[in-house]
């Protein structure tokens, strides 16, 4: 039964990708705080528009292609009162809510009710944190129900789940699932996942230069939205110097700018702030990966990673920015050579670049890509007499 348009307010995703994001950080913050201090934030925020984030981010990770069209309505209670939604797979299968004026007023195939902060703590909260405690479940047609299985069951079962189960899925499976080629052709999402499992959780803020889908603004993301995915608690930004911006939702920003171009990288570092991890998937040409690491690698926070993808291309003629010829320009790995010299510094005579030597506590190489770790590099050198000897 489809509730009529009178009585429901017209509510699209796209609307819900403009939350503000201190409003939307404040929230992921307390979602790891006790229950009560979670509900002041609520009472902050206001539950309206804490509803409008819990439902947009629902609206990207449920995934409902295959399921019946059931009306589940999605009840959220705070301090007494209902927040309601009706929530129904779309003609392609994506997640549709539209807000309820009047929560009595549908007839709904299932009815669920749950409290607002509960359900704001599991899908923002750290690992471990997702209940259902408040969770009742009430089915129209009880008779129906009972004693076998339905379709419906399904389709509410992946509504629920994506509350209940927010670090279910691995890197691979939501880079699969969201057509990024860092698994496939590339290999990459093993080497993140050994490097990213540990702060899986944590409110990270993340960029990533290169959006995909080239001079196309419409097409593109694929990336940032299995980072948003796998860091739950995270706000993504995605640069592209084609214009993406439209690609913009909840918790995934995409900004313009040329990666070769200074100016441009310290505007993007205005809009996110300091930054926990930054991925260089854009032009793959040796003198922008160095102007990038140069202007972002000051805005990464300590015990942040920089990671470089694609250094194969090191080796190609076809990105050699002097007619072919790479000894007239440093390509991306004589750049990241010479990282490997810096963290020996403190023994290593006569060196020039100690811009980030002491900064860098770790690298980690693999096929086409490195993991630069950043964090204090201050052991001391052996006595000059060791040296010499
Ligand atoms: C390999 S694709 C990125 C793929 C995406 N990161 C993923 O994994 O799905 C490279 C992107 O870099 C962008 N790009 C090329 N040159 C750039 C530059 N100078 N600055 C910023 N982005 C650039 C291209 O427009 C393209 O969309």
């Known amino acids: 039964m489809t509730v009529p348009l009178t009585e429901c307010e017209r509510h699209p995703m796209t609307q819900l990708g403009s939350t503000p994001r201190a409003a939307l950080d404040r929230m992921i913050a307390g979602a790891g ?3 009560s201090q979670l509900a002041d934030i609520v009472d902050e925020i206001g539950p309206v528009q804490v509803t409008d984030i819990v439902i947009a981010e629902l609206g990207h990770r449920t995934e409902l292609r295959g399921c019946v069209p059931a009306d589940t309505s999605l009840l959220f209670e705070h301090r007494g ?10 003609a392609t299968g994506e997640f549709e809510a539209t807000r309820l004026a009047d929560p009595t007023a549908a007839d709904p195939d299932v009815t669920v009710e749950q409290s607002l902060s509960e359900v704001v703590a599991s899908l923002f909260g750290p690992r471990g944190t997702a209940a259902a405690a408040t969770r009742s479940i009430k089915w129209r ?14 389709t509410v079962r992946r509504i629920l789940d994506s509350i209940d189960r927010p670090y279910a899925l691995g890197l691979g499976e939501l880079c699969v699932a969201h057509g990024s080629d860092k698994w496939g052709l590339h290999q ?5 996942e050994s490097h990213f499992e540990a702060i899986r959780d944590r409110p990270l803020t993340v960029l990533e230069i290169g959006v995909g889908g080239y001079s196309d603004p419409r097409r593109g993301g694929e990336s940032l939205r299995m980072w948003r995915d796998y860091f739950c608690r995270a706000t993504v930004f995605g640069v592209d110097i084609v214009d993406k911006t439209a ?22 570092v ?10 260089d998937d854009g032009s793959h040409l040796g003198s ?3 102007t990038s690491f140069r202007a972002l690698f000051p805005a990464l926070r300590d015990g942040g990673w920089y990671v470089i993808e694609d250094l194969q291309t090191s080796y190609w003629p076809s990105f050699a920015e002097h007619s072919g010829d790479h000894t007239k320009s440093p390509t ?4 990241v050579k010479t990282l490997i010299d810096g963290l020996n510094y403190a023994e290593a005579d006569n060196r020039t670049d100690r811009d980030t030597d002491a900064q860098i506590k770790g690298l980690h190489f693999y096929h086409n890509m490195v993991f630069i770790e950043k964090g204090a590099n201050r052991g001391a050198g052996a006595p000059q007499w060791v040296r010499n000897a």
Not at 81 to 90: H, M, P, Y
Not at 270 to 279: E, Q, V
Request: aromatic share 8%.
């Open 33 to 35: 705080a006790g229950r």
């Open 81 to 90: 009162k209902i927040f309601g939604v009706l929530a129904r797979a779309g």
């Open 141 to 154: 047609d009880t008779d129906a129900v009972f004693g076998v299985s339905l379709p419906i069951f399904e």
């Open 188 to 192: 990459y999402t093993q080497h993140y």
């Open 247 to 268: 690609l913009s939702g909840q918790r995934m920003t995409v900004l313009r700018g040329d990666q070769s171009v200074p100016a441009d990288l310290a505007e993007i």
């Open 270 to 279: 205005r809009t996110t702030g300091l930054l926990d991890i930054i991925i």
């Open 288 to 290: 922008h990966i160095i």
């Open 332 to 335: 991306a790995i004589d750049f």
